[in-house]
């Protein structure tokens, strides 16, 4: 299948590895590369390897009419533009980086032009197609931490920390909350800037494109479709030295604690985690291969992290039309859990329900 590149240096450049997981692919050949600035296309073309550039991607698009087209830029302000491009031109696969997009509004164009032209969207939660979380769920379902009563959710909370980590870090996050207790139904959260409740006055513009900031810390709590709840907090500099960055799933009788992006990438806390003990509560590790056995698929695990897994399931699924295992309305409904802090937030914590009524961007109307 032919491959088209999208990126923008300076703006996002080519994201964490979308232009160069296609030459891991013998099954796909990269054929143009698209970036408004020369010497960023001058060099991405001579590490892909590739003859055709071009300083505007709809010229490309048009010219090239590839396959599948991989929106690599990190900023999402460009994703809908590029993506609706990519899908008007006949691409029947995009893969693209995240964060999705900045508003419901932007993720409802994108939904729609899938249905309309039978394309498929897959969104890069590297995390979500991970074959470790098939052993987790294996493992809950046969009662293996007991009755799942809560998930609680993390950013990094480093300098990012509040609603730019919510985006760039949390996306991955509460794309892993749905997973595992279905959409999202409501949200109720709170916003502070140092400490204080965040007004209109604190909205900035943020950085990396991602629209309107104006938070340092917040907390959010997501009823569920399964009948959980969820929370996701983020602090800046929070000390946790990045630790925290995953999710915990808190049963009656164990704990399983998600890192995302780490190796191996969840661990299982068994017994009654409300429990006072004098024994040391061990940290199993839960790998592809099971519940405290060594990795046996390093490989696999390799090509989770480097989008060999989430690139060949995009073909895949237009081979077989069908969904991605993170496609568009996931990443729509990830949109919608982060809109639904700054609208939850806007209407004095109120919990509000999701998909939002309202699709702008809520930050915009505080």
Known sequence: M????IGHTGRGNYGHG???VWLKLPETEIVAVADPNETGLKKELKKLKVDRGFSDYRRMLTEVRPDLVAVCPRHPDQHRDMALAAIEAGAKGVYIEKPFCRTPAEADDLVAACEKHGAKIAVAHR???????????KLIADGGIGRLLEIRGRGKGDRRGGDEDLWVLGSHVLNLIAHFGGKATSCSALMLRDGQRVTGKDVREGGEALGPLAANELHARYELS??????????????TKNAGFGLQLIGSEGIVNIQCDRNPVAHLSPGNPFQPTDQPRPWIPITTSGVGKPEGNAEQVSQVHNHVIPARDLIAAVKNNREPLCGVRDGAATVEMICGVFESHRQGGKAVKL?????GHPLARL
């Open 226 to 239: 399964k009948g959980l709840t969820a929370t996701f907090d983020s602090i800046a500099n929070d000390g």
């Open 18 to 20: 979308l232009d160069t």
């Open 2 to 5: 032919s491959v088209a590149v």
């Open 355 to 359: 998909p939002l009524k309202e699709r």
């Open 127 to 137: 995390n979500r197609y991970h074959p470790a979380l098939q052993v987790i769920d």
